[in-house]
C-alpha cells in the first residue's frame, strides 16, 4: 500500500473543504463581530438608563454582564449555525444538556465564583466603594464581576479576590455607616486620682478634632499595668481609615497634653534588679574591690612623689 499518495489526497481533500467553508467562515466572524459591537452597545444603554435610577452599582454591574453574557451566547450560537449548517441551537442545547456533569465537574470553581458573584451583586450591602475586611484580605471595593472582586488596598495595590471567598467568609464592612467607634488606651501612674483622670481624659477627647461630640465617650478604669493603671477610651468619628487614624492622633495629642497640665504621669516600665548574692564592684585608683555592699579604702600610702592619684 502506497501511503503517501493516501496522505496527499486527504490532505488536498481537507484543503478543498477548509477553502469551500472560507465564506462560511468569514461571514461567521463578521456576526461575531456584530456581537461585540451590539453587546457592547448594549451595556452602555443599559449603564446609562440604570445610572439615572437609584439602583445599587453592583446590580448595575450584574445587570450590564447578563445583557452582555445573553448577547454573547446568541451570537456565538448565529456563528455556529452558519459555519455547521447542521447545527442547530436545539442540538447545542442538548449537547449541553448531555455534558452538563462533566462540564460542572470540569469547571466547578468558576460556577462557585460565578453564582457567588451573582448573590453578592444581590446583596444590599457591600457597595462599590465600601471599605472591607475578609479574613487577610482588606481594601476599598473598586469593581465586582462574576468571577472576582478586585480590592485596592490602602497602599495602592490591586487585589483580586474570588467572590466564593468573599461568599464564605465573614465580612468586615467598614464603612457602612459614616461614623464607628474608635479605642485606644491611656496609662497613668498609680498615684494619681483615678476620678480626676477619668474627668481630664473625657475632657480632652471631647474637645479633640474629628471627634463626634453629639456620641457619648467612654473612659473605663481596664486593669492594673505593670507601671500604670490603664484606661480604655473609645469614641465616635468618621469610619474611613484616613478619619480613623486623624481621630486617633487628635485623641493622644490631646489626651497627653491634657495629662501635663494636670500634673498627671504617663509612666513607663520601671525595672528592679534583684540580685541573689552581693554585686562585687571594682573601684580604681585608691579602692579595693566591694564586698558585701560596701567599699575599702586602700590602706598603703601612695607611692614617693606621687599625689595619690
Not at 439602583?55 to 445573553?70: K, P, Q, S, Y
Not at 490602602?154 to 465580612?171: D, G
Request: glycine fraction near 8%; charged fraction near 25%; proline fraction near 4%.
Amino acid at each position: 500500500m502506497n501511503v503517501l499518495p493516501i496522505l496527499l489526497a486527504r490532505l488536498q481533500e481537507m484543503l478543498a473543504g477548509f477553502i469551500r467553508v472560507l465564506p462560511q467562515l468569514a461571514i461567521a466572524m463578521v456576526a461575531l463581530s456584530l456581537t461585540w459591537f451590539v453587546a457592547r452597545f448594549a451595556r452602555r444603554i443599559a449603564d446609562r438608563l440604570l445610572g439615572r435610577t437609584e439602583v445599587r452599582g453592583t446590580l448595575i454591574n450584574l445587570t450590564e454582564t447578563l445583557i452582555g453574557v445573553i448577547i454573547w451566547v446568541v451570537g456565538l450560537m448565529i456563528a455556529s449555525s452558519i459555519v455547521l449548517p447542521g447545527v442547530t441551537p436545539a442540538n447545542l442545547l442538548a449537547v449541553l444538556g448531555l455534558g452538563s456533569v462533566a462540564v460542572g465537574f470540569a469547571f466547578k470553581d468558576i460556577f462557585e465564583n460565578f453564582l457567588a458573584g451573582v448573590l453578592i451583586m444581590l446583596r444590599r450591602k457591600m457597595r462599590i466603594g465600601d471599605m472591607i475586611e475578609c479574613e487577610s484580605v482588606a481594601g476599598k471595593v473598586e469593581h465586582i464581576t462574576l468571577r472576582d472582586t478586585h480590592l485596592r488596598h490602602l497602599s495602592n495595590e490591586l487585589v483580586l479576590v474570588p467572590n466564593a471567598y468573599l461568599f464564605k467568609n465573614p465580612v468586615k464592612i467598614l464603612t457602612e455607616e459614616a461614623k464607628r467607634r474608635h479605642q485606644v488606651e491611656v496609662g497613668v501612674g498609680y498615684d494619681v486620682d483615678l476620678d480626676e483622670a477619668h474627668r481630664v481624659i473625657e475632657a480632652a477627647v471631647r474637645g479633640a478634632d474629628g471627634v463626634d461630640g453629639e456620641q457619648r465617650i467612654d473612659v473605663f478604669a481596664k486593669e492594673f499595668g505593670d507601671s500604670s493603671i490603664n484606661f480604655l477610651v473609645r469614641w465616635w468619628a468618621g469610619s474611613k481609615p484616613y478619619d480613623a487614624h486623624r481621630s486617633r492622633d487628635a485623641v493622644v495629642r490631646a489626651v497627653k497634653r491634657a495629662l501635663d497640665e494636670a500634673g498627671m504621669e504617663l509612666p513607663y516600665p520601671y525595672r528592679t534588679l534583684t540580685f541573689k548574692e552581693p554585686l562585687p564592684l571594682a573601684r580604681a585608683h585608691g579602692r579595693h574591690v566591694a564586698r558585701n555592699g560596701s567599699a575599702e579604702r586602700d590602706t598603703q600610702p601612695p607611692s614617693d612623689g606621687g599625689d595619690g592619684f
